[in-house]
């Protein structure tokens, strides 16, 4: 597949893809009903649909009963941990070994075209993109995952919260489910708009941010800070009548979904004329700028305050002109 006839590649080798970043289509008007198909499409495939059906198998087969739920215990919370440890292992791994190890298909798509291994950091653990990545993900990242997991299902078995079942709140509980990813963006959205504070971005996001061309191992790379502030949309179901398996589902939204932003390429070859959609380009394009999209679009919150970089020239000059007024601004406001 020639990813020319998607995209354009600079003189550096760096490719990006034709067309704008586009914010959902419910917030565009007049709504075009093949758009919004198209969008529903994207919505659902191939992401969302692989953590839910993630969230039913644990939910049916890899999580304790509820009796054992009621009582903390380590042989279970260590049993979530490790499955928890072992799908990011496969998944996670899998992109790692055949995008960035084997790199099946060089740097077809490849939005950057360096890949982080051939270049040795400071900024990293054992100056490495991948290595840091590694420790940080299982060192603190999974194992605060899991605490949220086994505080939800140890409060769902013992009553406290407002649970509801399916055949209670059948309507609720589809919507809910439904509304997962949009509550996983506000949050998200709101989290890091407050880590980017300057004393926060020193202090927590930055280590995040030392990923600036992201790979797998990136997605979780963070601060614990950031991760449990990551995390703590789950809270919700502690709040509002939800079920296990939603909120099973809203943590691997979190944890496993963490890595399609962080992916680096924008379709996955999967045959000789078949690719995948990644969704990786917006989520990129602020590791590139560090200050556009603060969320990925399917909540118009970047478009509203300012920050939406759709990915063309346009917009490059859009943020080009904000960092000129704040230049101008700070120029102002120091004495001479
Ligand atoms: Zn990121
Ligand atoms: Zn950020």
Redesign the pocket.
């Known amino acids: 597949m020639d990813d020319l006839q998607f995209g354009v590649r600079n003189a550096r080798g760096d490719w990006a893809p034709n067309g704008p970043n586009l914010i959902a289509p419910f917030y565009r008007l007049p709504w075009q009903p093949a758009e919004i198909l198209g969008w529903l499409k994207g919505y659902f495939l191939p992401w969302n649909v692989s953590w839910m059906a993630l969230a039913a198998l644990y939910w049916f087969f890899l999580t304790p009963d509820v009796a054992t739920l009621q009582t903390l215990s380590p042989g279970w919370v260590l049993l979530l941990l490790l499955r928890n440890s072992l799908a990011v292992l496969l998944f996670y791994g899998a992109m790692e070994l055949r995008l960035y190890i084997q790199r099946k298909q060089g740097t077809q798509f490849k939005y950057n075209h360096r890949f982080p291994g051939d270049h040795r950091s400071n900024a990293f653990l054992f100056k490495s993109q991948a290595l840091d990545g590694i420790i940080r993900t299982f060192g603190t990242g999974v194992p605060i995952w899991t605490a949220y997991e086994v505080l939800i299902l140890w409060c769902y078995a013992n009553g406290y919260g407002p649970w509801s079942v399916l055949h209670q709140t059948p309507v609720w509980f589809v919507v809910f489910w439904l509304l997962v990813p949009i509550w996983h963006e506000f949050h998200f959205y709101c989290i890091h708009r407050l880590i980017h504070i300057p004393v926060l971005y020193k202090y927590v996001h930055s280590v995040?941010h030392r990923s600036v061309n992201?790979s797998p191992w990136?997605s979780l790379s963070m601060h614990p800070v950031e991760q449990a502030l990551y995390f703590s949309s789950s809270l919700l179901h502690l709040l509002l009548p939800s079920h296990p398996l939603i909120a099973l589902y809203q943590l691997n939204f979190a944890g496993m979904g963490a890595i399609v932003?962080?992916i680096g390429f924008d379709r996955i070859l999967t045959g000789d004329d078949k690719a995948m959609d990644t969704h990786a380009y917006v989520?990129y394009l602020?590791?590139k700028y560090f200050e556009v999209n603060y969320g990925d679009g399917s909540v118009p919150l970047d478009r509203i305050f300012g920050s939406w970089h759709d990915g063309t020239k346009a917009g490059d000059e859009l943020l080009e002109g904000r960092r000129k007024k704040r230049r101008d601004k700070w120029a102002a406001d120091t004495p001479a």
């Open positions: 995040h992201p990136s932003g962080h989520h602020h590791h």
